[in-house]
């Protein structure tokens, strides 16, 4: 079988953190430099993930009939050739989170029907990369329910159970499979030469083709289309009803684009370094539609460990909601790849057990005990909207009465933290490395404290 596509992913967990980039993590506070580690770590993941995919079908090639194997093979060797082809392309392309999540379902998959099915989607994947590296190829894919979904490229709608995709220099063609009154879809790449960047654009027609918005000032996607976006179940918090993912006519009668536009400037104006956190670490927002039953339940959002980059959240109810929503679930994000680069806590089995036998802690943020992973998370998160809420509450570019809502903000997020470092300061279930980042972050948290809070009392 094919080797790793990309052979830097055994890099992954044992990257030493410098003690100085690590302070500057710990104080939400980063410089390009550790931007650039972070993103490598983000790329790293699904690296990560193709590794158990390869590893498990060296080791079990009978938990897969024969067909599903040689498909597999066949798809590994085309991402061996695209990673050839454009080395920066191909990691950028493997890190969009909807790819990570087809890979994880691979990794969770039962032998046998539920494999096959996520290794037709893992195809869909390997070939999306390809077209977007430029890299020559024709594939005949499944198209589950006559939807074909290549992930960060687009979705058809083939009305077939399977479509061909043809690769060529400067552009792809989709078509159904068996149907020729389907329609199909024409992608234009220009710039797929040698020298060109590593955020491949493109343009596409077609009949029943949709794909995500790219989000203005920023390499992010409005992700609405992609029916890997959202975990199985939806999104929730305890006593929440989960949401599903939104659906385009949903998305659609909300001004997305305008509304992260504004609040990307909001954040350029008050905090430039967030604004570049966000640019970096941020490669698709999944809208959330309504819960089932059609009642409220309040705004939600989230992010996934699993598949770093992804920030999922119903609609903001104005531009400073979704710049507080976008440093907010970039923390967890930046904490997971942390985390990955210098283990801050014990083992997930650890936690597990921990949180089971009733090792939780009150946060004033969540009305349910947390495990230490929790705590060490919401603080983390509360502490750079405190930082925030700060700066904007001292950005003269704003109305008073926006600064004044600010420094209350600020007041409650620095609270919040307070009474959280405690338990990370006290705890037994973080490593040296965590440790030091609680001291960390305790530090930064005195510091706003004397920088902010007694202007405002």
Same mark, same amino acid.
């Not at 590994?76 to 890190?95: I, Q």
């Not at 994880?104 to 990369?129: P, S």
């Given at each position: 079988?094919?080797?790793?596509?990309?052979?830097?992913?055994?890099?992954?967990?044992?990257?030493?953190?410098?003690?100085?980039?690590?302070?500057?993590?710990?104080?939400?506070?980063?410089?390009?430099?550790?931007?650039?580690?972070?993103?490598?770590?983000?790329?790293?993941?699904?690296?990560?993930?193709?590794?158990?995919?390869?590893?498990?079908?060296?080791?079990?090639?009978?938990?897969?009939?024969?067909?599903?194997?040689?498909?597999?093979?066949?798809?590994?060797? +085309?991402?061996?050739?695209?990673?050839?082809?454009?080395?920066?392309?191909?990691?950028?392309?493997?890190?969009?989170?909807? @790819? !990570?999540?087809?890979? @994880?379902?691979?990794?969770?998959?039962?032998?046998?029907?539920?494999?096959?099915?996520?290794?037709?989607?893992?195809?869909?994947?390997?070939?999306?990369?390809?077209?977007?590296?430029?890299?020559?190829?024709?594939?005949?894919?499944?198209?589950?329910? !006559?939807?074909?979904?290549?992930?960060?490229?687009?979705?058809?709608?083939?009305?077939?159970? !399977?479509?061909?995709?043809?690769?060529?220099?400067?552009?792809?063609?989709?078509?159904?499979?068996?149907?020729?009154?389907?329609?199909?879809?024409? +992608?234009?790449?220009?710039?797929?030469?040698?020298?060109?960047?590593?955020?491949?654009?493109?343009?596409?027609?077609? @009949?029943?083709?949709?794909?995500?918005?790219?989000?203005?000032?920023?390499?992010?996607?409005?992700?609405?289309?992609?029916?890997?976006?959202?975990?199985?179940?939806?999104?929730?918090?305890?006593?929440?009803?989960?949401?599903?993912?939104?659906?385009?006519?949903?998305?659609?009668?909300?001004?997305?684009?305008?509304?992260?536009?504004?609040?990307?400037?909001?954040?350029?104006?008050?905090?430039?370094?967030?604004?570049?956190?966000?640019?970096?670490?941020?490669?698709?927002?999944?809208?959330?539609?309504?819960?089932?039953?059609?009642?409220?339940?309040?705004?939600?959002?989230?992010?996934?460990?699993?598949?770093?980059?992804?920030?999922?959240?119903?609609?903001?109810?104005?531009?400073?909601?979704?710049?507080?929503?976008?440093?907010?679930?970039?923390?967890?994000?930046?904490?997971?790849?942390?985390?990955?680069?210098?283990? &801050?806590?014990?083992?997930?089995?650890?936690?597990?057990?921990?949180?089971?036998?009733?090792?939780?802690?009150?946060?004033?943020?969540?009305?349910?005990?947390?495990?230490?992973?929790?705590?060490?998370?919401?603080?983390?998160?509360?502490?750079?909207?405190?930082?925030?809420?700060?700066?904007?509450?001292?950005?003269?570019?704003?109305?008073?009465?926006?600064?004044?809502?600010?420094?209350?903000?600020?007041?409650?997020?620095?609270?919040?933290?307070?009474?959280?470092?405690?338990?990370?300061?006290?705890?037994?279930?973080?490593?040296?490395? !965590?440790?030091?980042?609680?001291?960390?972050?305790?530090?930064?948290?005195?510091? &706003?404290?004397?920088?902010?809070?007694?202007?405002?009392?």
């Amino acid at each position: 079988m094919t080797a790793y596509p990309v052979g830097t992913v055994d890099t992954v967990g044992g990257t030493r953190v410098p003690a100085s980039a690590l302070a500057r993590m710990a104080a939400t506070r980063l410089v390009r430099g550790d931007l650039a580690l972070l993103r490598r770590a983000q790329e790293d993941r699904a690296l990560v993930l193709l590794r158990a995919v390869h590893t498990r079908l060296r080791r079990r090639p009978e938990a897969v009939g024969p067909e599903a194997h040689r498909a597999f093979e066949a798809h590994w060797a +085309l991402l061996a050739r695209a990673e050839a082809r454009r080395p920066a392309v191909a990691r950028f392309a493997l890190g969009y989170p909807a @790819v !990570g999540a087809r890979l @994880v379902a691979v990794v969770r998959a039962a032998d046998g029907a539920e494999l096959e099915w996520a290794l037709a989607a893992f195809g869909a994947a390997a070939v999306a990369v390809a077209l977007l590296t430029g890299t020559a190829c024709t594939a005949d894919l499944a198209a589950p329910e !006559g939807v074909l979904a290549l992930p960060g490229v687009g979705v058809l709608r083939a009305f077939a159970p !399977g479509a061909r995709v043809s690769v060529r220099a400067g552009g792809a063609w989709v078509r159904p499979l068996g149907h020729r009154r389907a329609g199909a879809a024409v +992608l234009r790449l220009p710039g797929t030469g040698a020298g060109a960047g590593s955020r491949p654009r493109w343009t596409a027609v077609g @009949v029943g083709w949709r794909q995500p918005a790219r989000l203005p000032g920023s390499a992010a996607r409005l992700e609405d289309v992609d029916p890997f976006r959202v975990p199985a179940g939806g999104v929730g918090l305890p006593g929440l009803e989960p949401r599903p993912a939104a659906e385009r006519d949903e998305t659609a009668a909300y001004p997305w684009a305008a509304r992260w536009d504004r609040a990307l400037a909001l954040l350029l104006t008050a905090d430039p370094v967030r604004a570049a956190e966000i640019g970096a670490l941020v490669r698709a927002v999944v809208p959330l539609g309504a819960a089932p039953s059609g009642g409220g339940g309040g705004r939600v959002s989230a992010t996934t460990r699993a598949v770093p980059g992804a920030l999922l959240t119903t609609w903001p109810g104005s531009a400073a909601q979704l710049a507080a929503v976008l440093v907010h679930e970039t923390h967890h994000t930046k904490l997971d790849l942390v985390h990955e680069l210098a283990p &801050l806590h014990g083992s997930e089995a650890g936690e597990r057990e921990g949180a089971a036998g009733g090792a939780a802690h009150r946060v004033g943020w969540r009305p349910d005990p947390r495990p230490v992973r929790g705590v060490l998370h919401g603080t983390y998160a509360h502490l750079a909207l405190a930082d925030l809420w700060a700066r904007l509450a001292g950005a003269g570019t704003v109305p008073e009465r926006f600064r004044r809502a600010a420094r209350d903000r600020h007041e409650q997020c620095w609270e919040q933290v307070r009474e959280a470092l405690p338990i990370l300061l006290n705890s037994s279930e973080l490593t040296y490395a !965590g440790r030091q980042f609680a001291i960390g972050m305790s530090e930064y948290h005195q510091s &706003l404290g004397k920088r902010v809070r007694p202007r405002h009392r």
